[in-house]
């Protein structure tokens, strides 16, 4: 089976709320240590399932992955705070630019010629009002990283309309799961931006339970579509033509 097991989602999840729990004990060694365990064990874990089945979508999976991982370690740094956090959001916009590709080639993998009308595009249209309004009052709170709060919002906000765009290329299930996944990397985002500083630990371990569950939900929608196109046996066409 090439999506998540139960003992890896257990391991993942457990991961996810040990880096939570040390944080609102404030015990910040196992705060650090278990919140930067948590995206490398995802990327180990595709990495294990890229050996297996070397698809090219899930190439793109761990690039984005990995960066996301940059991103976590420059944002956790305390010393020139206000620098490493701010070429940590451009780490970031790096890894949704790379997400916001893997969703787009995840939706080339169909003999069928779907042209969706635009009266279909509705949902993306409505969602890129509602991001685009909710984006800008987010903004208002990063004070000196409004700048880089705003290229992330725009990359942010257009992998949300491509995640979105797969319902029509792919299957349900696909779908839905990477749906839940980039939304909870909205609301993540959207947490971090009201508190750059992380001075609210509570909503700073709700970002990262979000964040955590992003990462899981868009990784397992991304399997789960590679899953079935070898079950399927369908021709593959490579993303990259």
């Known amino acids: ?37 948590t995206v490398p064990i995802l990327v180990l874990g595709l990495l294990l399932k890229f050996k297996k089945n070397p698809h090219p979508l899930m190439s793109l999976m761990i690039v984005a992955s990995i960066f996301s991982f940059a991103g976590d370690l420059l944002m956790l740094l305390e010393i020139e705070e ?28 169909t003999e ?39 290229l992330y919002s725009f990359f942010g906000v257009s992998t949300f309309i491509l995640a979105l765009n797969r319902r029509f290329f792919v299957s349900q299930r696909s779908f839905i799961l990477v749906f839940i996944g980039a939304f909870l990397f909205i609301l993540s985002a959207s947490l971090t931006g009201f508190d750059m500083y992380a001075t609210n630990k509570i909503s700073y371990a709700v970002a990262i339970l979000l964040y955590a569950g ?28």
Request: charged share 15%; net charge neutral.
């Open 214 to 241: 992003g990462h899981y939900f868009c990784s397992f929608g991304i399997l789960s579509q590679i899953e079935e196109i070898i079950h399927k046996e369908v021709p593959e066409k490579s993303i990259f033509e």
């Open 112 to 150: 069928q010629n779907i042209k969706p009308s635009l009266v279909k595009r509705w949902p993306e249209l409505i969602a890129l009002i509602v991001l685009g309004i909710y984006a800008s009052v987010v903004l208002e709170y990063t004070n000196e990283f409004f700048l880089p709060g705003l």
């Open 82 to 109: 206000s620098m490493f956090k701010t070429i940590g959001i451009c780490t970031f916009i790096v890894a949704q630019t790379c997400y916001g590709l893997l969703y787009y080639f995840s939706t080339q993998f």
């Open 1 to 37: 089976m090439l999506v998540w097991n139960t003992k890896f989602s257990v391991f993942y999840i457990s991961t996810a709320i040990l880096a939570i729990t040390f944080l609102l004990l404030d015990i910040k060694a196992g705060f650090y240590l278990f919140n930067l365990m």
